[in-house]
């Protein structure tokens, strides 16, 4: 499969290969951001010359792109998973659903999480990484807004709600409490960072518990 950021070169390497390129990539970057990486130890790690990545990727921020690619793809499959899995269920337990898909992918993805995370309030990266990155932020409020969607039209929710307004607030707050448990010094007060199973339960419980209270009032013109 061709990826749209590398050369026909890179297209051409086996597999195991292009996973030593990534994962080395994926850790550079993620430990020192875009401006401050370097190519010669992200090389050395994937046991390659820089001659030679310089003909899979054409520069510095092609390979970044390739890696914010990855993230992306890794983000939407969660998201596809949720939507199929719970087609069926009431508003409360898709949103539920939802944020615990995202504690599971910091959790699986680490690096790709804070890359990501990282990229949401920084400068240091390409415009062009700037604006995908926005894109996808926005994709994840419309995911939201479709799930608010399905709920007005099963008559869960009031149909005067403003859709995009609430699937907004509703994104941010979720994104709030991922950077949480993956920063260290973000929220130390809340407990949150590195939390365990029972913890992670009762966070999605009260949150869950407070966006739909929330959804309710605003529908009811309380706000």
């Known amino acids: 499969m061709k990826h749209p950021h590398g050369t026909e070169a890179f297209d051409t390497l086996p597999h195991p290969k292009k996973e030593r390129i990534y994962q080395a990539a994926v850790s550079e970057f993620a430990e020192r951001g875009f401006g401050k990486a370097s190519m010669n130890r992200l090389v050395e790690a994937a046991g390659i010359s820089k001659g030679s ?33 719970t087609a069926d269920d009431p508003f409360s337990l898709r949103i539920s659903a939802l944020l615990r898909s995202g504690f599971r992918f910091v959790d699986q993805y680490p690096k ?13 990266a390409p415009k062009s990484l700037q604006k995908m990155v926005q894109t996808l932020n926005w994709q994840s409020t419309r995911f939201i807004a479709s799930f608010i969607e399905d709920g007005i039209k099963r008559e869960e929710l009031d149909s005067e709600i403003d859709v995009v307004r609430t699937a907004f607030l509703i994104n941010a707050l979720f994104e709030k409490l991922l950077r949480s ?9 809340a407990g949150l960072y590195a939390a ?4 992670i339960d009762n966070w999605v419980q009260s949150t869950v518990n407070f966006a739909t209270f929330g959804v309710s009032r605003f529908s009811k013109g309380e706000f």
């Open 53 to 85: 990545l310089f003909v899979y990727f054409k520069s510095k921020s092609g390979l970044f792109d390739a890696i914010i690619d990855l993230a992306v793809n890794r983000i939407k499959e969660h998201l596809r998973e949720v939507r199929q899995s």
């Open 112 to 124: 790709l999480a804070k890359i990501y995370f990282e990229l949401l309030q920084s400068n240091d």
């Open 181 to 189: 448990y993956y920063s260290e010094h973000l929220a130390p007060e």
């Open 196 to 199: 365990d199973a029972i913890n």
